[in-house]
């Protein structure tokens, strides 16, 4: 996967001196983007608003994508739409931090890669299922039921 360095690093310097309430939508687009070190998402859009305060800089992200999972009854591997949104205080100093302890950096560059990895993290289901209907695997022989019927399963009650 080519991608580059730093794809959802943004700089906010711009706003520093700008006055409280000034706003700033930056938008997103990747064909395909690995979040390191374990979450590959295809596509992944979205954006984020910027929003200056006298503490900070609000982040208000919407982000959508699909990461590849395993269905947890039949083993098929399949899409999972995932689509998250946060709202995160980037401060000045630790005095105004929030319980995330988001600083803005001194060159003014903020990283939303771990941001965004962390909230669509939270969307990825526990039991993922290709589809809400499926039927999983045969308990004796392992066929897929959704592709084929099974003679084991005439008289097994589930």
Known sequence: MNQPRFPLRINIGFLLNQPIGISRDINFDFPELRLPPDLDLRPLSGGVRIGRTPQGFVVVGDFQGSSTMECVRCLVEFQQPLHAQFSELYAFSSRF????????????????????????????????????????????????LNTEPCEHQKGIII
Do not use: H
């Open 97 to 144: 931090a929030s319980e995330s302890g988001l600083i803005v950096p001194d060159d003014g560059n903020i990283d939303l890669a771990p941001l965004v990895r962390e909230y669509m993290l939270l969307e990825v289901p526990i039991r993922p299922l290709c589809r809400p209907d499926c039927k999983g695997l045969c308990i004796i022989c392992g066929a897929d």
